[in-house]
């Protein structure tokens, strides 16, 4: 049973620490301004070093916090897509079975979409979902960099993904109103407090 009260939590959670890593991140950036201002950098490579562990420290952050995200929509794909996945194991051997927690997305996706008889695409806020999605792929697999075979043009030069604050809060949002709707889509009975 998913519990929006519990969603709740979780999402707040992931907003707390961007928000506390975004005050340090802003506070180190104030001094290093004020460092400037005062003639403390030489030059302005200087100045982009003493700014450097801020950025990293922001990025990371970034990346984290989409990844949180990005798990708890897989988790909820995968409880939603449990009772299917198991009708659909029955009399398969035990030895070639697999647990719904293997399946890749494509695989959550057309399962549930065939059981539950919806496209998963027409969902408020699956777009959002979705290319938060490929930014968190991106970064795992290639530093960031959009794949090339699905995302570019081969003539393209590769381009990378921007990690942006506002970005966070806007993917935040979307999570939520995604899964509500999951969950209204699928008939999973939720709490909403």
């Known amino acids: 049973m998913a519990n929006l009260l519990v969603l709740s939590y979780e999402l707040e959670a992931i907003q707390s620490f961007i928000s506390r890593v975004f005050t340090s991140v802003d506070h180190e950036y104030s001094g290093i301004v004020r460092e400037s ?74 399962l549930i979409e065939d059981y539950y008889q919806f496209k998963i695409a027409d969902l408020p806020a699956y777009q959002d979902v979705e290319e938060m999605r490929k930014i968190v792929n991106a970064y795992k697999h290639r530093k960031g960099f959009k794949d090339p075979r699905r995302e570019l043009d081969w003539t393209q030069f590769l381009e990378r993904y921007e990690l942006e604050r506002e970005n966070v809060f806007r993917y935040i949002q979307a999570v939520k109103e995604f899964l509500k709707a999951i969950w209204s889509a699928t008939n999973v009975l939720y709490l909403d407090v």
């Open 37 to 110: 201002e005062a003639g403390a950098f030489a030059d302005e490579d200087d100045e982009a070093n003493a700014s450097f562990l801020a950025m990293q420290s922001e990025e990371i952050a970034i990346r984290s916090a989409l990844g949180e995200l990005n798990a708890l929509v897989e988790w909820e794909l995968q409880i939603i897509a449990s009772k299917p996945y198991l009708e659909q194991q029955e009399g398969r051997p035990s030895k070639r079975r697999r647990s719904v927690h293997d399946l890749k997305w494509p695989e959550l996706h057309h």
